[in-house]
């Protein structure tokens, strides 16, 4: 059962950057498909951005050209790069992973992220 744990949320103000990262307790090379969702209050958890083992990502409308999003097999670690980060973008963030070898979907315990002056 590899577990996933994200960091790097904070408080920041509008226009800051943050790296968020989802550390997995084992590797990363099997999943298929990794995502970054995220949270606000009173909202549905949206899809943030997805990277494929091939590293083709697509990003949601309301992030392209801001988020990067990215993957270390070496380290078992994938990265958000979050830009120009606006009040809108504060959330829980959350790290999702997917396995086609036991179809098994895993995912962290979230990160906040707070954009405020």
């Known amino acids: 059962q590899v577990q996933l744990v994200e960091s790097g949320g904070g408080l920041v103000q509008p226009g800051g950057s943050l790296r968020l990262s989802c550390a997995a307790s084992?590797?990363?090379?099997?999943?298929?498909?990794m995502r970054w969702y995220r949270q606000a209050p009173g909202k549905k958890r949206e899809q943030v951005a997805i990277?494929?083992?091939?590293?083709?990502?697509n990003y949601a409308d309301s992030v392209k050209g801001r988020f990067t999003i990215s993957r270390d097999n070496a380290k078992n670690t994938m990265y958000l790069q979050m830009n120009s980060l606006k009040t809108e973008d504060a959330a829980v963030y959350y790290c999702?992973?997917?396995?086609?070898?036991?179809?098994?979907?895993?995912w962290g315990q979230g990160t906040q992220v707070t954009v405020s002056s």
């Open positions: 999702n992973a997917w396995s086609a070898l036991n179809n098994a979907d895993y």
């Open positions: 084992g590797s990363i090379s099997s999943f298929n498909i």
């Open positions: 990277i494929t083992l091939g590293r083709t990502t």
